[in-house]
């Protein structure tokens, strides 16, 4: 008990010590470290002592109420044996004001008091057959413990010695010994054969005494702790006052100056111990933070020269979103003065405060964003710098302009779906605009129609005049195109003479108007020094056949501009569902 209270005592100390003892000099932290340890290892020691002193002290009081209940039943035996069987409850109850016995009792195996009826003399009478034993005038029944109880089962079915603790509602501690009564040879007369255990002495006795005897060995420890306490706290202070505090002040007192800028200062190193080890790493520190300090310099220098001298925009901000650093380029970016800009505040950097706060809350890391700004493209890159402990350390926006990189993404995607000579849609273009188309006309309803057409002897023509006036013609008619055919319409070429135009949002007889008109223009086309310029037509409308893919699409048209050929040339013929018209002949006649 003593020992628990000690413990908690102690580490509530210690608790109270590091957590609200506030110490401004290290002498006191030295001297409470080194008692706060040395106290522990006294205390373990002395606990350890104590409480093997203890155990032993528990330890024998418990076997010696072993032996003297031992005594006791074998004493209980000896009375039954010689017959005086009635005595024995006077036995009993004079054994209770024995010093430190509590209770004794004998019980019979089903937790009641024995000697108090008359059933046990009524068996013995019966079985000797004669009136040995005088029956008792008064009887009752005097339940002691349960016939369920743990430690007497044990005892009658293990036929052994039980003991337990019990503490009552006074914190008083209690020692229980439950002795078997062995139901021996000599007893057969009295009590037959069955059961093997007649009963069971029941011996508490309280551990008053031994408790006494344990706290009295606590107290002996807690004032020696005490005095060691004193005496090694006593010769710490000296010791660390003399050898330890005059060594750190010193070093302590050039590193306040080191901290005020006085790199050139060095403490004298006046022995080979741990502080002069301490007062040689001292000096070198500070010679390295002299190197380190120009180093420094050096690099601000450098970063110095790249910010300002840098192709993007930066901004950077303070902790409480102060514009701290405005670059030259940023200025220029932006068409505004690092003054201005300071001014404004990070959030009105691109005019638009309610923008930048929506970049700034949103939980990624840093954030790429592409904004248009004073007819200039610019790519943005916004991030908040974080503490490991989560604070924000400021803002940075890195600005470039991409404007011209924009513009050359774009001419380089146009060239990439238009055609070089004739600046229609090449053939991907026209492959990708007839599909999207297809879909929207099959999802939606929509009329789509497709006019083909090639220029009718082109091949004689280049033969005749040369390449290059054949490019002079292609180039013609893709002009002619242009002018003829809607703003919604997409005019593509197909490959080398042949052209196709998708004409949206119409059906059989539109396209039929529009294919001729489209004839007209190009023959009413005049070519200095060339002659009139003619072209065949085959028409096809997507509701008329509903083709599963662009290229069967195509097939209709190519068939109704292979009639067109085949008909004489510079006609418009338009695909019809019942009428099959036959493939080109291997021969081909386009170009012819």
Partial sequence: MMGGTIDRLFWKLVLFVVDK???RYISQKLITAVSLAVTMSLLALILFYTRSQNDTIRTNNERSMR???????????????????????????????????VDFRILRNDGNEAFRDNTTIDEVNRRRGNEDFDQREETKVVPVLPSAHHGL?????????????????????????????????????????????????????????????????????????????????????????????????????????????????????????????????????????????SGFVSEQDKLTTIILSADEGMVV????????????????????????????????VFDDPDQMRAWLAEPAGAIDRVVEYNDRILSVSITTVHAENGAALGSTALIRDITETRRLEQELRNR?????????????????????????????????????????HFKKFNDTYGHDQGDRVLRGVADSVRATVRAVDIPCRYGGEEFLVILRSTGRDGATVIADRLRQAIEAMVLEGLPTVTVSIGV????????????????????????AKRSGRNRVVVARPEEVAPARDSDGMEGA
Avoid at 547 to 553: H, L
């Fill in 21 to 23: 003892v506030k110490f």
């Fill in 317 to 348: 901000t303070d902790p409480r979103g102060k514009v701290v650093l405005v670059n030259p380029s940023c200025e220029q970016i932006l068409g505004k003065t690092m003054t201005q800009v300071v001014a404004e505040g990070f959030e009105s």
């Fill in 416 to 456: 990439s779906l238009v055609d070089g000579l004739t600046g229609l849609g090449n053939r991907r273009f026209l492959d990708q605009s007839l599909e999207r188309e297809m879909e929207r006309a099959l999802n939606h309803g929509v009329m789509l129609s497709i006019a083909i057409f090639d220029i009718d």
């Fill in 67 to 101: 032996n003297v209940t031992e005594s006791v039943s074998a004493s209980l035996q000896t009375v039954m044996l010689a017959g005086y069987a009635d005595i024995a409850q006077v036995f009993a109850d004079r054994l209770k004001d024995t010093q430190g016995v």
């Fill in 540 to 563: 096809a409308s997507f509701h008329d056949f509903l083709p599963e893919t662009p290229v069967r699409f195509v097939e209709h048209a190519d068939k109704a501009l292979y009639t």
């Fill in 153 to 293: 089962k044990a005892a009658v079915d293990e036929k052994r010695i039980v003991t337990y603790y019990e503490t009552d509602a006074n914190k008083e501690q209690f020692l229980t010994f439950l002795s078997p009564i062995l139901n021996e040879q000599k007893c057969y007369k009295c009590h037959g054969q069955e059961p093997p255990v007649r009963g069971v002495l029941k011996l508490t006795t309280s551990l008053k005494l031994v408790e006494e005897d344990v706290e009295r060995s606590w107290h002996q420890a807690v004032i020696i702790l005490g005095l060691a306490i004193t005496i090694i706290m006593a010769i710490t202070a000296y010791l660390v006052r003399r050898s330890v505090v005059t060594p750190i002040v010193t070093i302590s007192n050039a590193m306040a100056e080191v901290s005020h800028g006085e790199l050139n200062l060095s403490v004298p190193v006046l022995g080979r111990d741990e502080l002069g080890q301490m007062a040689l790493s001292f000096n070198r520190m500070t010679d390295e933070l002299r190197q380190t300090l």
